[in-house]
């Protein structure tokens, strides 16, 4: 490493991916540069991070992983009530609709369309879930609710 000065910020880079390759799996909860898609629903936050759901309260603290899922999870919506969280994904391969309690639980898949499909919404009494779908446009391109 002393005779690739000029190259040693690669080569610590190669190494730091190396010695984090066993440890890999593991996620780094305090981390935060990678959530996305964040869903407010009462005191909780819904958020993508590596592909999985998780919660957490307003304040950062009581942080839950919700799915673990082979696919990704994408796409958090809350209930009115704070109940339920929609949610996009595709553990077939697929991108489908499913609804999980707020508090964690077994996930229950909404649609099975071949198309995508995306949770925008629940209905005012969260008894129904509003998505996306171009399922009804000929072309594929346009999403309806």
């Given at each position: ?14 190494l ?13 909860t ?10 407010v ?14 919660t957490?309260r307003?304040?950062g603290n009581?942080?839950r ?19 339920w ?7 077939d391969?697929?991108v489908d609709?499913?609804v999980?309690?707020a ?12 198309g ?7 209905t005012p ?11 009804a ?6 999403a309806?609710?």
């Open positions: 490493m002393l005779r690739l000065r000029h190259r040693s910020v690669r080569c610590t880079g190669f730091a991916i190396l010695a984090a390759a066993p440890v890999f799996a593991q996620i780094n305090t981390d935060t540069r990678l959530l996305s898609q964040p869903a629903g009462g005191d909780r936050i819904a958020f993508a991070y590596a592909g999985d759901l998780w957490a307003t304040d009581d942080v992983r919700l799915t673990t899922a082979v696919g990704d999870e994408a796409a958090p919506v809350f209930s009115p009530d704070g109940q969280i929609a949610f996009a994904g595709n553990s391969g697929n609709v499913y999980i309690p508090t964690g639980g077994e996930p229950r898949r909404l649609t099975w369309h071949p995508g499909d995306i949770p925008q919404a629940f009494d969260g008894r129904k879930v509003l998505f996306t779908s171009a399922r446009d000929f072309s594929g391109r346009y309806h609710l």
